[in-house]
């Protein structure tokens, strides 16, 4: 009787949690927003940026070579953030 109910049980849990992947609509994911890969390459910067400061912290890169890419980026993110700057750029 016991394996019987845990067997039923078993049933059951697969049924409640297969039933929204084989018998829901799958439906496409449409972006509104019309800039998210200018997003997505500022994010990408600060993400950069935040690697840049760990590694010179962490002393793998000079001073010269930290200052010189941190000003590149800077400026790349601060373009990028400009409201009338093309995305080719």
Same mark, same amino acid.
């Given at each position: ?8 049980? /078993?049933? +059951?849990?697969?049924?409640?949690? +297969?039933?929204?992947?084989? /018998?829901? &609509? ?5 972006? @509104? ?5 200018? /997003?997505? =390459?500022? #994010?990408?910067?600060?993400? +950069?940026?935040?690697?840049?400061? =760990?590694?010179?912290?962490? @002393?793998?890169?000079?001073?010269? #070579? ?6 590149? /980026?800077?400026? &790349? ?6 409201? @009338? ?5």
């Amino acid at each position: 009787m016991i394996i019987v109910l845990s067997l039923l049980l /078993f049933i +059951a849990t697969v049924l409640v949690i +297969a039933y929204p992947l084989y /018998f829901q &609509k799958v439906s496409e994911y449409i972006s @509104g927003n019309e800039n998210s890969s200018d /997003f997505n =390459e500022q #994010d990408s910067l600060l993400s +950069a940026l935040t690697d840049l400061e =760990e590694e010179y912290q962490l @002393g793998r890169i000079s001073n010269e #070579d930290y200052q010189r890419l941190k000003l590149h /980026f800077q400026r &790349k993110y601060l373009h990028q953030k400009k409201p @009338g700057s093309s995305k080719n750029s």
